[in-house]
């Protein structure tokens, strides 16, 4: 059986909300496949490891849910967690379906910066929200991973090819709006010792006018996933969000799928 994006979509909105937001351990049993593939640094795979973590949720954590993009059997969320620590959690979970079940997920979180405190006075979750422009989902998947491929990976490339020189509102916390804020937060990250390198691009997730890119790289020294949130409109970058979490050592990951 064949899941549609709207099913898929409908299906993971739909288990998350019951695993995370009404707490149900019970609902791992109706949305959780049994070979479920975890790629989450702490959980633990299969069914057991979602349940565990539904299990351990206390009475004080939520789920705000700010944007769900869906690409063929893949739906990715971007959202923030309440109660997983001191601070909140922002966070992108990507859940692909399979007859009716997740079968695997992947995810990156970072504490929250607090409030008023980014480069660019916006925050890292708001921000336009509504899927529009169905149509140019493939234009735009093609801009951005060109984009990464070009620019990012290869160090290549005009980046006023892919980012708008008039628009391009910027949400992480330490880069400006603009092609000026980013290339003087490069800058920085460069002179504190912590240059931003991207090695392999994994994974590309499209849905009009929103694409989501993870990638494998470094900050520095220290290996580094990148998801990326794209804003695209009238064939150019306009907006980007971002969560850019060290990659562990694998030995204390508690399986062996991996973080990709």
Request: aromatic share 8%; no cysteine; hydrophobic share 40%.
């Amino acid at each position: 059986m064949s899941t549609d994006m709207s099913t898929a979509k409908d299906l993971t909105l739909t288990a998350a909300g019951e695993m995370f937001g009404d707490k149900d351990v019970s609902a791992v049993d109706r949305w959780v496949a049994p070979g479920y593939i975890q790629h989450n640094a702490t959980v633990a795979d299969g069914p057991e490891g979602i349940r565990a973590l539904v299990a351990s949720l206390g009475p004080d954590f939520r789920y705000e849910l700010h944007r769900v993009i869906a690409d063929g059997d893949e739906v990715a969320l971007h959202g923030t967690y309440q109660g997983f620590g001191p601070k909140p959690t922002v966070a992108f979970d990507i859940f692909k379906v399979k007859d009716g079940k997740l079968v695997e997920h992947w995810d990156a979180l970072q504490a929250q910066a607090d409030p008023g405190t980014t480069a660019s006075g916006r925050s890292e979750t708001d921000g336009p929200t509504e899927v529009t422009d169905p149509d140019r989902t493939e234009a735009n998947r093609a801009l951005v991973t060109d984009l990464i491929n070009q620019v990012f990976l290869a160090g290549k490339g005009d980046i006023t090819d892919y980012i708008s020189t008039t628009q391009y509102d910027q949400h992480n916390r330490y880069i400006a709006d603009g092609l000026a804020g980013l290339g003087a937060g490069m800058a920085a990250f460069a002179e504190q010792g912590n240059a931003m390198a991207y090695h392999t691009l994994h994974k590309v997730i499209a849905e009009g006018n929103f694409v989501l890119t993870v990638a494998e790289g470094a900050l520095g020294d220290t290996p580094t996933a990148f998801y990326d949130l794209f804003r695209v409109q009238d064939g150019k970058v306009v907006e980007h969000w971002d969560i850019t979490p060290a990659i562990p050592d694998a030995s204390t990951i508690p399986h062996d799928n991996g973080l990709f």
